[in-house]
Nanobody, 122 residues
């Protein structure tokens, strides 16, 4: 059974960097069959796709976040990481990691992390 376990701080100060980790069990993040996404949902709003890391290690980011976001992986730990720099209160949201079966955007994500509430506040 595939599981995605998220970890990271729930409170980040403005201008600092938000860092979250998604530890995958039951499958390898290095396989070429899947891509790994980060998505967020601000309070009272819909889901916002942030970016993706494909099985070959390539990354694609939302244009609105491209200057601030970085997604990486540690294959030795089977972990996916998200970093978002220079955060503001508008980055307050529930953050999710999710697995996507390739080819991309042909079906819903099949596994999701449990979600991490991140609040940006001083």
């Amino acid at each position: 059974q595939v599981q995605l376990q998220q970890s990271g701080p729930g409170l980040v100060k403005p201008s600092q960097t938000l860092s979250l980790t998604c530890t995958v069990s039951g499958g390898s993040i290095a396989t070429s069959y899947y891509a790994w996404n980060w998505i967020r949902q601000p309070p009272g709003k819909g889901l916002e796709w942030m970016g993706v890391l494909a099985g070959d290690g390539s990354t694609y980011y939302s244009p609105s976040l491209k200057s601030r976001i970085s997604i990486s992986r540690d294959t030795s730990k089977n972990q996916l990481s998200l970093q978002l720099t220079s955060v503001t209160p508008e980055d307050t949201a529930v953050y999710y990691c999710a697995r996507e079966v390739l080819p991309r955007m042909t079906r819903p994500y099949d596994y999701w992390g449990q979600g991490t509430q991140v609040t940006v506040s001083s």
